[in-house]
T-cell receptor, first 112, second 114 residues
């Protein structure tokens, strides 16, 4: 049982480059989330999807877009990366949007 | 709006010491309360939870009691081990709110010395 998987694990970008972070869950969960975690700081919600077909902005959505491709997959896109987007990105999922969240291992992104 | 406040870290303890990490919350509805743990280099994972007032969540020797009268959910462990060194996050989920319903605290880093 894989749970929540994220790819890639590590990525280095130059300013202005674009990339997509992939996330998939195999627990038949309805809700999925993208967070960023910066050193010494807690989690900040970027975007979430309460159910398949819906997406909503979280606390820090600027510079990001998301796609809920199907029930399993929820991707995060950086169209034009900036050094301020250097962070660790976590995807999570839950059965409903008030339930326990299950986290992936994270993607460590550096923007030069 | 809803919020979660937890004690600032880092907290440094010797092995076998007693641990308390304070967490208080504000909520408009009747939230569920959670403690998550993050070990170095990993994502968060659920440690314990409580869904209604006076419930006690417990796991791996950790406990927390949902206290509605003091709006608190303090994490305790009687005897910590080096392997408990991690960052601990208090969180609430409130079905009574619009928008995203889960709020995380800022996290408390725990160091346990041998």
């Amino acid at each position: 049982n894989a749970g929540v998987t994220q790819t890639p694990k590590f990525q280095v970008l130059k300013t202005g480059q674009s990339m997509t972070l992939q996330c998939a869950q195999d627990m038949n969960h309805n809700s999925m989330y993208w967070y960023r975690q910066d050193p010494g700081m807690g989690l900040r919600l970027i975007y979430y999807s309460a159910s398949e077909g819906t997406t909503d902005k979280g606390e820090v959505p600027n510079g990001y877009n998301v796609s809920r491709l199907n029930k399993r997959e929820f991707s995060l896109r950086l169209e034009s990366a900036a050094p301020s987007q250097t962070s660790v990105y976590f995807c999570a999922s839950s059965l409903q949007d008030t339930d326990t969240q299950y986290f992936g291992p994270g993607t460590r992104l550096t923007v030069l | 709006g809803d919020s979660v406040t937890q004690m600032e870290g880092p907290v440094t303890l010797s092995e076998e010491a007693f641990l308390t990490i304070n967490c208080t919350y504000t909520a408009t509805g009747y939230p569920s309360l959670f403690w998550y743990v993050q070990y170095p280099g990993e994502g968060l994972q659920l440690l314990l939870k409580a869904t209604k007032a006076d419930d006690k969540g417990s796991n791996k020797g950790f406990e927390a009691t949902y206290r509605k009268e003091t709006t608190s959910f303090h994490l305790e462990k009687g005897s910590v081990q080096v392997s408990d060194s991690a960052v601990y996050f208090c969180a609430l989920s409130d079905p009574g709110t619009g928008g995203f319903k889960t709020i995380f605290g800022a996290g408390t880093r725990l160091f346990v010395k041998a």
